[in-house]
Structures are given as C-alpha cells and as structure tokens.
C-alpha cells in the first residue's frame, strides 16, 4: 500500500480524471439567493457594503427573479424594508406589506421559484431588534404571536417556505400551529436554528436598515464559543415542527454544520452572510484574489461540510460559472 505502488497524483492529473472522482459536486439547484425588497416603483439602489446587492422595488425583484430563475437557482429568500417602522414591527404582518407585495408579484409573473421568507421583526421595528422591547429588553413571549401572524401573511400571500431568524425560544412551535390554524399546513418551515452572534452580519445590517438603536443581540443570538448548544438548538426546532435547519453564519462555522449534519437526518442550510460575501469582494476589488476560485471553493467548502442548501449573495455568479 505504499509508494510507488500506490500514487495519489495518478487521479489529478487531468479535470476530466479529477471530475470523475470528485467527491463534492457543487450544483446551482442547491443554492438560494437572497434578495432585499423596498417600498415604491423603479426602485433599485446598490448597498454600498455589497456589490452586486441591492435594494429594489418589487418590479425590480420580479426582474431579478427572471435571471435567477434562468440560471437555474430553485429560488429566493425576501427580506423586507419598510415604509414605516414602529416599535412592535406591526407592518410587518400587513396584507400590502414590501415582502407581501414582491411575493404576489413573482407569483403573478408565473416564475417557478421557491419563495422563501425571512421572519423577523428586526427590518420593521424602530429600535432595530428582533422582538418586542418591554422593560428595556427583547420580551421573547410577547414577539411570538407578532412572528406567528407575520408567517401566515407570507403563507396567504404565495410563499414557499418561511424562514425565521430571530432566535425567540418557541417561535418554530408558535409559528407551525398558526400556519397549520389557517390551513397552511403545506407550507414548510426553514428554522435559522442555530443562528449566532456574528460580527459578519454588518453589511447585511446597512442593506435591511435593522441597526440595532441600542444594545445588542447577545442575549438572543447563539454565543459563537458554543457548539452543543447548537445541537440542542436544532432538536428543539425540529421538534416543535422545523422541516429544515440552518446554521449561520457559514465560514466560522463549517464544524457546526458537519455536526448537525450527522446528527440529525433533515436538510441542512448554511448561510453564507454579508459579511463573508463583502470580504471576498473587496479583496478582489484590490486584486488581491481571484473572485472565481474563491468564490468556488467557499461554496464547495460549506457543502462538503455538510450543507445540502446554501444561501449566498454569490448564488448568481456560481451559476454562470458552473454552467460554463
């Protein structure tokens, strides 16, 4: 069994010999892009921290998912930017809500992509935090029925799936039994379960205008020291009804996803957050990387950890370049 009997560079020695034995196949069929919706018509502004990223107006979404749909990419995640913010997050559950418009407008346009949903309160409320402030902190019970009613407004405006993202102990649970009340019951659940703490969430934080005024979100949010936290974290959203489950960010945490991965036997999703996407591009602004390659093997990366989805502001360009 040893050299020169045995040669690992015999299997390397070409792409066509190195394509047969690849062992992780990255496929535009599991990547979703996510996209950021702002009220009025004709709207379409770059967010300065992401480039490539903007925030539209639902006309220019459902052009967007034009391109999307024609690269392949099975769908898009909708984060809302609202015209009016208030310190209950309430319009976010309106009929005629950004995401609840961008959503009816993809549908009427007949694009066969999975919509998908973030669920929050942090893009709609005038403190910037992902639930109701009582006595100066984030109230967990008191957001629950606001997340709850905010779902079924997705579900009854067309989406696929919705995906909450804001770590209130018990909103899978909540959620699931309002989806199911209103006969929503095929409306499948996408759980941020393990959703920590992050310093890369920055510019995703100027492209949906949710700073938070005061505090942060460690009370809330998964401490990134811990690990079977994160496992108690999925088992709890699953067993309060989550089909999938998410692990985010990505990149500082490839060993949380492999760890959810073999111990639980649902789909697993990675997010591939702002933060990791602006990194990479303002290295190759500076000529420092070659964005195609890097690009590439992050992605490769997060699926050879274990995520069969992943979510990713590169979605878009690692189609093109895996059709070419």
């Not at 925030?55 to 809302?80: K, M, N, T, W, Y």
């Not at 405006?157 to 009340?181: F, H, T």
């Not at 190759?284 to 274990?306: F, N, S």
Request: glycine share 8%; proline share 4%; aromatic share 6%.
């Amino acid at each position: 069994m040893s050299f020169p009997t045995h040669r690992g560079r015999r299997l390397r020695r070409t792409e066509a010999l190195r394509g047969l034995v690849r062992e992780t196949r990255l496929s535009a069929a599991g990547l979703i892009y996510p996209m950021f919706v702002c009220p009025g018509q004709k709207v379409r502004q770059e967010v300065s921290s992401m480039p490539g990223i903007f925030q539209q107006s639902a006309d220019h979404i459902v052009e967007e998912c034009r391109e999307v749909e024609s690269l392949g990419i099975p769908g898009v995640i909708l984060f809302g930017l609202p015209e009016k913010k208030d310190p209950r997050g309430m319009s976010s559950v309106a009929a005629d809500g950004v995401v609840q418009r961008a959503i009816e407008a993809i549908r009427k346009a007949k694009l066969k992509l999975l919509v998908i949903t973030d669920v929050c309160l942090c893009e709609y409320t005038d403190h910037g935090h992902c639930g109701v402030i009582e006595d100066g902190e984030v109230a967990n019970d008191a957001t629950l029925d606001i997340l709850a009613k905010q779902a079924v407004s997705h579900a009854r405006a067309g989406a696929d799936i919705v995906a909450p993202s804001d770590m209130m102990d018990g909103r899978v649970g909540v959620i699931r039994e309002a989806l199911d009340g209103h006969k929503f019951e095929n409306i499948s659940i996408l759980a941020y379960a393990a959703k920590y703490s992050s310093a890369f969430y920055g510019p995703f934080r100027e492209a949906a205008q949710s700073i938070p005024q005061f505090g942060d979100r460690l009370g809330y949010q998964m401490d990134p020291a811990n690990a079977r936290e994160a496992l108690r974290e999925v088992e709890m959203d699953l067993d309060e009804g989550a089909d999938m489950a998410m692990v985010k960010p990505a990149l500082p945490y490839l060993d949380i996803i492999r760890r959810v991965r073999d111990e639980f036997d649902v789909p697993v999703a990675a997010y591939n957050v702002s933060g990791e996407y602006s990194m990479v591009k303002a290295a190759v602004q500076k000529g420092w990387l070659d964005e195609q390659r890097v690009v590439m093997e992050i992605l490769t990366g997060i699926q050879r950890a274990g995520a069969e989805i992943i979510l990713t502001y590169h979605a878009k360009d690692a189609a093109r370049w895996l059709r070419a």
